[in-house]
């Protein structure tokens, strides 16, 4: 106890003032004995608080390096948080990339597939083209097998190209042969046309002369059958003049009606035929008439 002989002096002739134990004045029974008691028990309460306080000081300095740990250690958290959030924010920064990244790509293969979609169809319509491409060369390997047949065949003319030659030589004499031949036919129908058309004028001419001399026969005939103004009837008895006989008018001597004749035009001429279907007095006239009017229409 290294307190008591420092504390002895501080208290000899003054009251002692301690908390819960001290009191003003001097302590009942005031002999020696008992004061000396009270101090002692004064003492040991004061070792008792000086232990307790160097304990506490003791717990106060271990606090106070545990607050300064927990206070480094919540530094060294918050550090840590910060890190942390900043990793998250680096983490998401980078997902958000990534994602950016998978968008992109998504997109691509979207537009790959719509792509794919087009290329598609150009491979469809490729292979149609490809098809029709096939049909076409089926089609010119068998026209180019006809136009080879037709090469031989035309290889073998070639090689009858003497013989063609020959004929054609021959051909080309034989019509010079009928050439000379028409023309001078030619010549001769011409000369036999002008001798028809002068026989044809000639026989329009007497018909026209016939058909006069027909119109003052009948002019006589009404004269001398007219109807006598003194009430008998006139007979001519001249045979040259031959009586009428029906409807169809006249007789001739051999017993055969006389026939009108009509004129049928035949270029600029006329050419008499008979109007029914009687026998013709002028049979060698109007028997001419066919065969002269178609050598005219030549």
Known sequence: MSTRGTLQPLYNGRPVKATGLMRHGQF????????????ELLEDKLDVQTSDIEKLARENRKLAA????LRQELVAAEKEIQ????????????SDIQMRVL????????????????????????????????????????????ETQELHKTGSDVNNL??????????????????????????MNVEQVEQMKATEMNLIALAREVERLRAEVLNVEKRAYAPSAYGGAYVNLDPSYPPRT????????????????????SGDS?????????????????????????????
């Open 103 to 146: 968008l992109d790509k998504i997109a691509k293969m979207e537009a790959n597939i719509e792509a794919g979609e087009g290329l598609k169809k150009d491979l469809q319509q490729a292979h149609k083209e490809a098809q029709a491409l096939v049909k076409d060369k089926q089609e010119l390997a068998f026209q180019i097998q006809q």
């Open 246 to 265: 029906g409807a169809n008018g006249y007789v001739d001597m051999y017993g055969r009606p006389y026939v009108a004749m009509a004129s049928v035009a």
């Open 83 to 94: 890190n942390a959030r900043a990793h998250i924010r680096s983490i998401q920064t980078e």
């Open 28 to 39: 009942p029974g005031s002999d020696s004995a008992v004061g000396h008691k009270s101090l």
């Open 270 to 298: 006329q050419i008499p035929h008979p109007v029914d279907n009687g026998p013709v007095t002028t049979g060698t006239v109007a028997g001419m008439a066919a065969p002269i009017d178609s050598i005219a229409r030549r």
């Open 162 to 187: 003497p013989n063609l030659h020959a004929e054609l030589e021959d051909l080309r004499k034989e019509h010079q042969r009928l050439r000379v031949t028409f023309e001078h036919e030619k010549g």
């Open 66 to 69: 545990a607050h300064v740990t």
